[in-house]
């Protein structure tokens, strides 16, 4: 029979570990109310196992119920931002900067309003108002040009970037007018780009046959866009899904690239009869096309590097298995195979593993670099010999990861080497691009969204 001491004592130590228990609960709760505020890192290795070990749906009750004081706050915050963003019009007001250190360097990032609508997260990624919310930006020499989702054109003076104020200049265009013309629905503009004075757009749209994606071109003009349909895909498919690709970049004389998604059809990426899946040269004068690569699931990147000969693509895999591909273009023209969707380091978002994980072994071309989980892969932006990059580099921007990861690159193309990321909390970057005159890198968000300007300020080894 235990003493009375005993007893007291025995209470003594419940009422501690009790104590101790509540201690860490309550830490626990703000440190996850903060999390619900703030924001979190999807890299995180900590939120991957969370998130793998709780159901998708449990989770987002849990943040609406027991934290719902926390998402009011993020909500309010957000729509604080998205007045004053409003109440600057066309301004291009910098709203915030920063300072990130990453390895040895040092970085001033600098974020501007934009006038564009705002993807809206909780809707999900298949949702088809959010394909009218994926913004584009372009340096065209003095300039920076913008294109939002639903086809509105800006541009500003790209030497304002270094004061507080972008001041855009609206950019009338006749995108509404020319599909209406063909009764067509715009589903969403997924790429801008230059070649010389002429500016070429893909666009993807609905009419009865179904969904397309094609390309546009237009003189460059300051007092009006007159956009003509330039390049048909001829490739339709019945329901909205976010796997259309679109990116357009310089290739060999007077041609350009022009990737394409593979539309969510099974098979379709390894058939050579059709554009889906596939990266097709286009010829400027005649509009021929030819197949350069296929086995494409969704690109996102697309650079040609002239010097090298060879094709970089950087393009979404399933659950997992974003890769960044490498296209040693050779004498013999052969037509490359990426694997999709025999082959891919990812799984299927079922739960399931249909996939090959070797490519080579199945006679596919294996990823330069493959990031499981998924980062949200999109476009990159190859430099060498400047302030950014001693070598050869790849800066490869992110979605899901919102963040910048840095390559290094050997001679011959052929080892990838991580140098870390910069993390951009609460910003999904969809577009990146390299100005040399300004030594400056410019960012696409598309969370509020913004322009980003990132500087590299000094080395601190």
């Keep these: 029979m235990k003493t009375w001491p005993s007893k007291i004592k025995n209470k003594k130590f419940l009422i501690f570990f009790i104590s101790i228990i509540l201690i860490l609960f309550i830490c626990l709760f703000f440190k996850v109310s903060n999390i619900v505020k703030e924001g979190y890192d999807k890299q995180s290795k900590i939120v991957e196992i ?67 609508k705002r993807l809206d997260v909780n809707l999900g990624w298949n949702a088809e108002t959010n394909s009218l919310r994926a913004h584009y930006a372009e340096i065209n020499d003095d300039k920076i040009f913008l294109i939002s989702g ?65 390309l546009y071109m237009a003189d460059l003009n300051l007092e009006k866009i007159s956009f003509e349909k330039f390049f048909e895909s001829g490739e339709y498919w019945n329901k909205y899904n976010v796997f259309s690709g679109g990116r357009i970049e310089r290739f060999e004389e007077n041609s350009i690239l022009f990737a394409i998604g593979y539309a969510h059809k099974k098979n379709v990426s390894q058939e050579l009869d059709n554009l889906l899946g596939k990266i097709i040269k286009i010829n400027l004068s005649s509009k021929n096309h030819e197949i350069i690569s296929i086995g494409h699931r969704n690109p996102q990147g697309l650079k040609y590097l002239d010097k090298y000969n060879l094709i970089i693509n950087s393009e979404h895999g399933p659950k997992g298995g974003d890769e960044i591909n490498i296209n040693k273009l050779k004498g013999d023209k052969k037509i490359k195979n990426y694997g999709w969707d025999l082959a891919s380091y990812g799984t299927a978002y079922d739960g399931t593993d249909p996939y090959k994980k070797s490519h080579s072994k199945y006679g596919f071309e294996e990823p330069s670099i493959y990031y499981t989980p998924s980062i949200g892969i999109s476009e990159i932006i190859y430099m060498e010999n400047n302030s950014f990059c001693e070598k050869k580099c790849l800066w490869t921007s992110s979605l899901r990861a919102n963040s910048i990861y840095l390559i290094d690159i050997n001679d011959d193309f052929k080892k990838f080497s991580s140098k870390g990321r910069i993390f951009l909390k609460n910003n999904r970057i969809r577009d990146i691009d390299y100005d040399k005159d300004l030594d400056l890198i410019i960012l696409m968000s598309e969370n509020i969204p913004a322009i980003i300007s990132l500087k590299r300020l000094e080395n601190l080894r």
């Design 50 to 116: 969370t998130k793998s070990i709780i159901p998708n749906h449990y989770i987002k009750k849990i943040k609406e119920n027991l934290f719902f004081v926390s998402n009011l706050k993020a909500r309010n915050d957000y729509l604080e931002i998205q007045v004053k963003k409003f109440e600057q019009g066309l301004k291009g007001e910098k709203f915030k900067s920063e300072i990130i250190t990453l390895n040895s360097d040092k970085y001033e990032i600098n974020y501007f309003f934009t006038p564009f």
């Design 150 to 214: 639903e086809g509105q054109t800006i541009y500003f003076d790209k030497k304002n970037i270094f004061t507080d104020n972008l001041f855009f200049q609206d950019l009338p265009n006749n995108i509404n007018d020319i599909l209406k013309m063909d009764n067509s629905k715009l589903i969403g503009i997924r790429d801008l780009f230059f070649y010389d004075d002429k500016i070429l757009i893909s666009i993807m749209t609905e009419n009865q046959k179904g969904i397309t994606i094609d």
